[in-house]
């Protein structure tokens, strides 16, 4: 984060705020957003491909009383910002009222947000990228039981977000992300071929995982699901792999969206102050996280940020809450606005983890009859107004404690209302992205094979 925004990008800002309000506008605040990226890709030993892009938008919200209208343009012309102020006035004249719509007061304007660190300062060149690549790819090709590549791909990127608005509040930082990802084939001959992946991310590159074990990784995770079976049906525990388990953790989250409880489209809308996981379960929301994806000294509103805990030993304590959806509730604000230059603020979380348990994964599994280890989701049968859940899963089966084969084409199904109260966790917990999980137990799932 910047101690303030470029004095030529705030100033642009704030002509545009002014062009609004000379126009008519009561309110209006303003994004700005400019991004350099750096992408590599590489596969079977060759460069595939080597980009930088380069871009930047700008978006204007006015406010008419209690109606708005959110434009953008890439274009920063004075021809053009004036265009955009047209436009919006005159979207905003023939929408419906909105009672819930506008900005901040400015005594919740936050006067000192503290420092983030989220702006690496060293840029990587193509070589370095490239280097990472090879050495994922190679990495992984060198697996026994390895035989093609769907290969692997680097990125590196600056994004710069400056704010303001009518209400006197203005706010910039920078942000860089570093990402590594590759994906293999291994084949089994007649049993068939499996692909697998790894990947890592993170706001500085020195705190990636080193390329030669996230290629490791991707290797071995394809081989060892060779060979996969049909498990037949029935209800038994299943454990979800860090790297799904995050995935129950982002169920939450849209849960108690604000929007989504105003509208009272969720399953734990009436869910408040009451136990919704098992009481040894912990969730955290940690906006001040130094290195975080998801770090930010303030909302996208101008309100102060500060860690909480969503999930408080099984209760559920508070909702994710921006402006509008706080007023819809008779509520305050939490702090959770996010924002982008095409649409106005919306609830969203930062860095949220679940917190580790007691258990190793090994103890967590150690009196499971029969079960399954999932590794691998797909499709989107989750219904957030049900709670029901039933996913296409993949992953090992698991007799007398340990893992015995891996599994395929089967479904796993519950409620997540079901599911949350019978959540165990171990003690395997690392932060490494945005939505944190460490292994996860839930017992009484049903799953569907052969």
């Not at 890592?200 to 990636?208: K, P, S």
């Not at 860090?242 to 129950?248: G, Y």
């Not at 969503?310 to 939490?334: P, V």
């Not at 296409?392 to 079901?418: D, H, K, Q």
């Amino acid at each position: 984060m910047t101690d303030a925004p470029p004095p030529c990008s705030l100033s642009l800002l704030e002509d545009l705020i002014a062009r609004a309000r000379r126009a008519g506008a009561d309110a209006a605040d303003a994004v700005l957003v400019d991004g350099v990226s750096l992408s590599v890709a590489w596969r079977l030993g060759a460069l595939e491909r080597l980009e930088r892009a380069e871009g930047g938008d700008i978006g204007l919200r006015v406010l008419l009383g209690h109606r708005q209208a959110m434009v953008s343009s890439a274009d920063r012309s004075s021809a053009a910002l004036n265009d955009l102020v047209e436009r919006a006035i005159s979207i905003a004249r023939t929408v419906p009222e909105d009672p819930y719509c506008g900005l901040a007061d400015p005594s919740q304007i936050v006067a000192n947000p503290p420092p983030i660190d989220c702006r690496d300062p060293h840029e990587p060149s193509a070589e370095t990228l490239t280097e990472m690549v090879q050495t994922a790819e190679d990495a992984a090709r060198a697996v026994p039981g390895v035989t093609n590549s769907e290969g692997a791909e680097a990125g590196w990127s600056l994004t710069t977000v400056i704010q303001a608005a009518s209400n006197g509040f203005s706010h910039a930082y920078e942000r860089t992300g570093a990402s590594l990802a590759v994906s293999v084939i291994a084949d089994g001959g007649s049993t068939g071929m499996e692909r697998d992946y790894d990947y890592t991310a993170a706001v500085f590159r020195e705190d990636l995982r080193d390329p030669a074990e996230v290629g490791q990784v991707a290797g071995d995770r394809a081989v060892r699901r060779l060979d996969s079976r049909r498990p037949r049906t029935l209800k038994a525990p299943v454990v979800f792999d860090p790297r799904v388990a995050r995935s129950l953790v982002g169920h939450l989250l849209g849960a108690i969206n604000g929007a989504s409880i105003a509208r009272g489209t969720s399953f734990l809308k009436d869910a408040m102050d009451t136990d919704v996981f098992a009481p040894g379960v912990t969730i955290t929301d940690d906006p001040h996280r130094p290195r975080g994806l998801r770090s930010r000294p303030c909302d996208g509103e101008g309100l102060v940020t500060r860690p909480m805990d969503l999930i408080d030993a099984g209760r559920l304590t508070t909702w994710l809450l921006d402006l509008r959806s706080a007023r819809q509730l008779g509520l305050a604000s939490t702090g959770h606005a996010t924002r982008g230059t095409a649409s106005p603020p919306s609830p969203g979380a930062s860095n949220v983890y679940l917190r580790a348990g007691k258990l190793t994964p090994t103890a967590l599994m150690a009196d499971i009859q029969e079960g399954l280890y999932v590794t691998e989701l797909a499709g989107q049968g989750v219904n957030m107004i049900t709670g029901d859940y039933s996913r296409g899963a993949a992953g090992f089966w698991i007799e007398n404690g340990e893992i015995a084969y891996p599994v395929s084409e089967c479904t796993i199904a519950g409620t997540l209302r079901e599911m949350f109260r019978n959540c165990t966790a171990a003690d395997d917990l690392v932060l490494r992205y945005g939505t944190d999980s460490p292994t996860l137990r839930v017992d009484g799932m049903t799953i569907a094979g052969a």
